[in-house]
């Protein structure tokens, strides 16, 4: 069965920073587009970034680009949402998903998705 799950989340002060880290299994690793979304209280889910299968190209939303950096290591099945420069409003619970069909930014196209780990940046 697949699993997938977050880690590294915490309360870190406004500047400060923080790596979170996902792994998965139960599922070929490098046919699927990997992704990091958010959600706040009261907020929809928003897309943060995602990066190819092979690792060779990655999106940011621009909210965090510039501050967020996304990658994978394919021979340990995991992916990585480095944060710099953090501030109060990236607040959420950050989730790992998976995607199989379409390198999109839309949570819907995601087949698995992982518990959410939480980040609090405290002002």
């Known amino acids: 069965q697949v699993q997938v799950v977050e880690s590294g989340g915490g309360l870190v002060q406004a500047g400060g920073s923080l790596r979170l880290s996902c792994a998965a299994s139960?599922?070929?690793?490098?046919?699927?587009?990997m992704g990091w979304f958010r959600q706040a209280p009261g907020k929809e889910r928003e897309f943060v970034a995602n990066?190819?299968?092979?690792?060779?190209?990655?999106y940011y939303a621009d909210s965090v680009k510039g501050r967020f950096t996304i990658s994978r290591d394919n021979a340990k099945n995991t992916v990585s949402l480095q944060m710099n420069s953090l501030r109060p409003e990236d607040t959420a619970v950050y989730y790992c998903?998976?995607?199989?069909?379409?390198?999109?930014?839309?949570?819907?196209?995601?087949?698995?998705w992982g518990q959410g780990t939480q980040v609090t940046v405290s002002s």
């Open positions: 139960g599922l070929t690793f490098t046919q699927y587009v």
């Open positions: 998903a998976a995607n199989a069909f379409v390198a999109g930014r839309d949570s819907r196209d995601y087949d698995y």
């Open positions: 990066i190819a299968r092979g690792g060779g190209a990655s």
